[in-house]
């Protein structure tokens, strides 16, 4: 069955950076559009970043966008997300998830950005902002 796994995760200083990664099995990875997902404490899941199946188009939220970067890695089945001057309010945790779809259906997007237009999940990784 198709299993997304994401790592990465930790707490860390606002200003610092991590960089996520998911480790995807059981699916044709290139063939998905890959996103990522994040879901603060009393928030619902909003989005974040997503990249085409072969990685030369990336879409982000605009909260994000200059800071946090979606890449992947087809050969190595494995999605990432690089996180740079994070701030407290990027606490949350991050999901990763898997699209067929080559731009958003139901967003009007570039890229799915809505969790209904992807099909699966991962079980997320928290990361910890202090201030």
């Known amino acids: 069955q198709v299993q997304l796994v994401e790592s990465g995760g930790g707490p860390v200083q606002a200003g610092g950076s991590l960089r996520l990664s998911c480790a995807a099995s059981?699916?044709?990875?290139?063939?998905?559009?890959m996103g990522w997902f994040r879901q603060g404490p009393g928030q619902e899941r909003e989005f974040v970043g997503a990249?085409?199946?072969?990685?030369?188009?990336?879409y982000h939220t605009p909260s994000v966008k200059g800071r946090f970067t979606v890449s992947r890695a087809n050969a190595k089945n494995t999605l990432y997300l690089q996180m740079n001057s994070l701030k407290p309010e990027d606490a949350a945790v991050y999901y990763c998830?898997?699209?067929?779809?080559?731009?958003?259906?139901?967003?009007?997007?570039?890229?799915?950005?809505?969790?209904?237009?992807?099909?699966?999940w991962g079980r997320g990784t928290q990361v910890t902002v202090s201030s």
């Open positions: 990249v085409s199946t072969n990685g030369d188009e990336t």
């Open positions: 998830a898997a699209s067929p779809y080559f731009a958003g259906i139901t967003s009007m997007s570039p890229l799915p950005s809505r969790s209904g237009e992807y099909h699966y």
């Open positions: 059981g699916l044709t990875f290139s063939n998905y559009v």
